[in-house]
């Protein structure tokens, strides 16, 4: 299931992005907090300028750039504010004027009488689009927690789950000691960024408390200090989910590797592989198989599937004449 999306409102935008991008409070303070940002696009209100309002997007942030204001400071001083009246009556969520251009005091005066935030910023604006999509696009993210870790082994994010006990942290730090990189134990957050998309973070809320593993009989293993540095990411795309299960006597599971099963996290449907874990089982090294085996699928190349059509090949073919097999010539 998908969870709702997130929203944040312009108030705690401004508050967080107020030093990196020397934001600027022009107007419309007293909406700040009561306006609520919930999605990473963003919306040019060129032809809502011009007079056309039949779709505005008013969800979106509005950037004016010098476009924009070029535009207006063309027109007559009346068409000016009958223009920009006409946009924040379309009640915008904010709007965002660029490179610190000068406006008219008519933006000021709707602004506060409207509650519609007016920030201004000295960034340029194409550059300004990309910064705010960006973390509009990690901030709304949809999210959710998995049991389990998470690793990087030969670049390809390993989702390792199963019950409690199972050996996931275990099989983690021998990854780990493998020369791979941990980016979370126990718990993963999840988010979905972009177009199917899973990014995997540690759900610790201190950087000081994540890459720890905690391993059952021996306590919590601090892998950046016995590792080093090489030993950890932040973050990771989740690519492959490798669920552990207890071995269980007639049970069935992947012989061939024709048929892929797939699971659905955040509603994007990733590879999923289930393993039977039995004592003396080498579990890195099975990770380790499947991370290579990925890459390969990825590049267009499916083992087990160029076997199985080599076999076909084989079988239907003709038998070979006994004649030619028992001639000692």
Same mark, same amino acid.
């Given at each position: ?118 920030? #201004?910023?000295?960034?340029?604006? /194409? ?5 705010? !999509? $960006?973390?509009?696009?990690?901030? &709304? *993210? ?46 993963? #957050?999840?988010?979905?960024?972009? /177009? ?5 973070? !540690? $759900?610790?809320?201190?950087?000081? &408390? *994540? ?119």
């Amino acid at each position: 299931m998908v969870p709702a999306a997130k929203k944040i409102t312009v108030g705690t935008l401004f508050e967080e992005k107020k030093e990196e991008w020397h934001l600027e409070l022009l107007a419309g303070g007293n909406g700040m907090e009561t306006r609520y940002v919930t999605t990473a696009d963003i919306n040019r209100p060129g032809t809502a300028l011009a007079g056309y309002t039949g779709v505005f997007l008013k969800e979106r942030i509005q950037i004016v750039g010098s476009t924009e204001l070029s535009y207006l400071t063309n027109l007559s001083q009346e068409r000016y504010t009958q223009a920009v009246r006409t946009l924040l009556n379309l009640d915008p969520v904010a709007i965002i004027i660029t490179k610190n251009l000068p406006v008219d005091e008519i933006w000021i005066k709707e602004g506060n009488q409207l509650a519609v935030p007016i920030i #201004r910023t000295p960034l340029d604006t /194409t550059p300004f689009i990309h910064l705010l !999509s $960006a973390f509009l696009d990690y901030r &709304l *993210a949809p999210e959710t927690y998995i049991h389990g870790d998470l690793v990087d082994v030969f670049g390809v994010g390993l989702l390792i789950t199963g019950e409690s006990g199972i050996g996931k942290s275990e099989c983690a730090l021998d990854l780990v000691d493998r020369g791979h990189r941990l980016i979370a134990d126990d718990l993963v #957050r999840v988010l979905r960024r972009g /177009t199917g998309i899973l990014m995997g973070y !540690s $759900a610790a809320k201190s950087p000081v &408390l *994540a890459h720890h593993i905690e391993v059952r009989g021996v306590g919590i293993v601090d892998v950046y200090s016995l590792y080093g540095v090489r030993a950890i990411r932040v973050q990771k795309r989740i690519e492959v989910q490798v669920c552990l299960v207890q071995w269980k006597s007639g049970a069935e599971c992947e012989r061939t590797g024709l048929d892929e099963q797939y699971t659905e996290i955040l509603g994007v449907k990733i590879p999923q592989i289930t393993i039977p874990v039995v004592p003396g089982k080498n579990l890195a090294l099975v990770h380790e198989v499947i991370a290579k085996n990925h890459i390969l699928k990825v590049f267009g190349y499916y083992p087990a599937q160029r076997f199985n059509d080599e076999l076909m090949r084989i079988m239907s073919k003709a038998p070979v004449d006994p004649y030619i097999t028992e001639d000692q010539e």
